[in-house]
């Protein structure tokens, strides 16, 4: 049996990060008012069929507020959570490098000054980093560790068609390999149940991925979200949501055909449990995780073990 991950039968973020730091980790989700090309008109209105109208920031700061008292008040509420622990500063609502060069310059040295913060991570669109935000990302990265995260969701063209994604998996590789090329680590989003999406091109996108490999890779869960496109095409019946032993079968599956290197930094996905209109079940996230290891264990499986 190969060693286990602190326990885990795949390759946690807290691994990593204890490793890295030989503490805890916590991250602070923080908002810079970053909007998205493709709701503001550059590139489309409306957005990614599945975002909610907080740009899957739920629980990230609130934008008035400044990165201090942003990052202060998350801090003080994970400090009762984890005593003695260090933070990653994380930009998450919204496009993290859409903006004036001098605006994101500003965001990202106030994130990497707050007390006890060891690494800042950029969550953004493939198609939407300049080569001056380029060069800015590699600066910040000789200050902190850095990671920048690139939703992608499937490696589908068509699949991005019709989730309205407007940008390409063509686009996608440019940057991926732009920022391996500057030395910076990339997380890669992925979303498991995506309207007419098969199991076999779910399982193709993260073969495809982790053939790449990423420093880290985010397997959502597709939630149907309150006032989405989504929402109208799941209540037109024209795809289905997956049913929980479905899904921790797919997710054991692509466990297995990923590279025992690359950092799983999700499983799932976290919906408001005002927001969601399915599938329901995932609310219970810690008993989704729960089942996860329980079919890893039945396995004898562990990350990597098919790829």
């Known amino acids: 049996m190969q060693e286990l991950f ?25 908002s810079g008012g970053f909007t998205c090309p493709n709701r503001d ?7 990614c069929i599945y975002c909610s109208g907080a740009l899957s920031g739920d629980f990230a700061g609130k934008a008035e507020d400044s990165i201090e008292k942003q990052f202060s008040d998350i801090a003080d509420m994970m400090s009762k959570k984890w005593k003695n622990t260090k933070y ?71 699949t991005g068609r019709i989730i309205n994604r407007q940008s390409t998996y063509a686009e996608f590789l440019q940057s991926f390999t732009t920022l391996k090329n500057l030395g910076i680590d990339v997380c890669v989003h992925l979303i498991n149940g995506l309207p007419f999406e098969t199991v076999d091109m779910m399982n193709e996108s993260v073969r495809t991925v982790s053939e790449l490999l990423p420093w880290s890779l985010k397997l959502h869960l597709l939630h149907v979200i309150r006032r989405t496109e989504c ?37 799932t996905g976290d919906g408001k449990r005002d ?19 329980a079919e890893m264990e039945r396995r004898g499986a562990i990350q990597g073990d098919k790829a």
Not at 10 to 29: C, M, Q, R, S, V
């Open 6 to 30: 602190l326990g885990k039968r795949y390759h946690t973020l807290d691994y990593f990060f204890k490793n890295k730091f030989g503490t805890k980790i916590a991250k602070i989700p923080l």
């Open 275 to 293: 927001e969601l209109v399915a599938p329901l079940w995932s609310i219970r996230k810690f008993e989704l995780l729960n089942s996860i290891d």
């Open 231 to 267: 929402e109208k095409m799941y209540n037109r019946g024209e795809f289905r949501t997956f049913e929980k032993d479905e899904y921790v079968s797919l997710v054991c599956d692509q466990l297995q055909m990923i590279d025992k290197r690359i950092v799983m930094q999700r499983l």
């Open 88 to 158: 990653m500063a994380y930009f998450q609502t919204g496009t993290g490098t859409y903006a004036d060069i001098a605006k994101l310059e500003y965001l990202y040295n106030a994130a990497i000054s707050q007390p006890d913060v060891v690494s800042l991570s950029v969550a953004t669109r493939p198609d939407c980093i300049s080569k001056e935000c380029f060069s800015l990302l590699e600066k910040i990265s000789k200050k902190t560790y850095l990671t920048v995260e690139l939703g992608l969701q499937s490696v589908h063209d068509t």
């Open 41 to 47: 008109g550059t590139k489309g209105t409306g957005g």
